[in-house]
């Protein structure tokens, strides 16, 4: 499993950690413990990342921008699903409130940290790098998501999309809400949940 080589590599980078109270959290908590579920969310969702590019860009080069519609509603959770699996004892999913897939429809407090990055992005013209939730027994680190060139092919405008595309868009996804994004724009988050004793034995 790989959540052995991830709890090494953040308790190390604890060492390098300084003193401050964090502005990204929704409690106060140690500095120490914001650092590990920082890093500790960080790696898992770099590496579901990775893992989506990696598909993605594999049926883009094979069959094209509509069967690469396939990996989003047939593969896409299934690969998050296993990614969570290999690091252990955490859950991982993507949210947004302009979801396609109503399985990624946010609940309240994913709709609590949406709210926390539109608002700072309003207010500061920048999206904070992460956002941290107590809730229930366990931490939710957030890790906010742009909109990258690549992602304009089924997000972008309805205007200036491929008819084949949105066709088939409409065809999987009739209450589509992830539709006439720009550039850069904020798109949503992933959310990567972690047991209080999981971080408890870590920091231990």
């Not at 598909?55 to 519609?69: C, F």
């Not at 992460?130 to 205007?159: A, F, M, N, W």
């Amino acid at each position: 499993m790989r959540r052995a080589g991830i709890i090494a590599g953040v308790l190390t980078g604890l060492f390098f950690f300084g003193c401050g109270k964090s502005m990204y959290t929704n409690v106060d908590m140690p500095p120490k413990r914001v650092k590990l579920i920082k890093d500790f969310g960080e790696d898992a969702s770099k590496m579901l990342l990775k893992e989506l590019k990696k598909e993605l860009k594999t049926a883009l080069k094979t069959k094209g921008p509509v069967g690469a519609i396939d990996v989003c509603s047939k593969k896409a959770l299934q690969i998050t699903e296993e990614v969570a699996e290999e690091i252990g004892d955490i859950e991982i999913k993507r949210t947004s409130f302009k979801y396609r897939n109503p399985k990624n429809k946010p609940d309240k407090y994913e709709a609590e940290a949406l709210r926390f990055f539109e608002k700072t992005l309003k207010e500061t013209g920048k999206l904070p790098p992460y956002y941290i939730q107590k809730v229930d027994g366990e931490y939710r680190y957030y890790k906010p998501l742009k909109i990258q060139g690549v992602c304009l092919t089924c997000h972008g405008s309805p205007q200036e999309m491929d008819p084949k595309v949105l066709k088939k868009l409409k065809k999987l996804y009739p209450q589509d809400k992830a539709t006439g994004y720009k550039l850069g724009d904020f798109r949503g988050v992933i959310r990567v949940s972690i047991p209080e004793d999981v971080i408890k034995k870590s920091c231990l």
